[in-house]
């Protein structure tokens, strides 16, 4: 079975700009989740979906925003970029959310 | 909010010998799971664990949930074990579905 997969690998933004990252869930699993991990740090939760819908919400600014397609495949779309959105986004995918998660490779986005 | 530490921060071994990682939580968790993080940022299931013993290979763990700490044991470490390990909860009350982190423990072995 194809494990979780995220698109694109690596994006270089400029400060202001938009970006969009993508992220397709084991097959079965029903719900996303979004981290941030900056460097040296531990991931930080972004989002849960879980059937389409939002689930769970971390302190994040609303410039983050996010949605889960019918065929549970997600996107985190990022506004008005920051220097300080420089990381790697990370997703999970777990069955319903409760269960044990796994991760996509990430994509490791840079704002100049 | 729950907290969660990990000890030590780095550790750095030679090759062949053993060690213990740990990783303590200040309130009741649904599950809890240890991660290896590569040095190409890829995040690796190494357990499952809530409660009791797993073992998989030369890693094994064990969570004494009464007593809100987790082990990760590595024994004979190979180069190919470097990297972060990471600890992360999912807290009974105030989940938010969303994992707790510890901060890592940076291992390096070496040849």
């Known amino acids: 079975d194809a494990g979780v997969t995220q698109s694109p690998t690596h994006l270089i933004k400029t400060r202001g700009q938009h970006v969009t990252l993508r992220c397709s869930p084991i097959s079965g699993h029903k719900s996303v989740s979004w981290y941030q991990q900056v460097l040296g740090q531990g991931p930080q939760f972004i989002f849960q979906?879980?059937?389409?819908?939002?689930?769970g919400r971390g302190n994040f600014p609303d410039r983050f925003s996010a949605r889960q397609f019918p065929n549970y495949s997600s996107e985190l779309n990022v506004n008005a970029l920051l220097l300080g959105d420089s990381a790697l986004y990370l997703c999970?995918?777990?069955?319903?959310?409760?269960?044990?998660?796994?991760f996509g490779p990430g994509t490791r986005l840079t704002v100049l | 909010g729950i907290q969660v530490e990990q000890s030590p921060p780095d550790l750095i071994l030679q090759e062949g010998a053993n060690s213990t990682l740990r990783c303590n939580f200040s309130d009741s968790v649904n599950n809890l799971q240890w991660f290896h993080q590569n040095p190409w940022g890829q995040l690796i299931n190494l357990f499952y664990i809530p409660s009791g013993t797993k073992q998989n290979g030369r890693l094994s763990a064990t969570t004494v949930a009464t007593e809100r700490y987790s082990l990760l044991y590595i024994s004979s470490s190979q180069t190919t074990d470097s990297g972060v390990y990471f600890c992360?909860?999912?807290?009974?009350?105030?989940?938010?579905?969303?994992?707790?982190w510890g901060a890592g423990t940076k291992l390096i072995i070496k040849p």
């Open positions: 999970a995918s777990s069955l319903d959310g409760y269960n044990e998660q796994f």
């Open positions: 979906y879980y059937e389409k819908e939002e689930r």
């Open positions: 992360a909860v999912d807290p009974f009350m105030d989940s938010n579905y969303q994992l707790i």
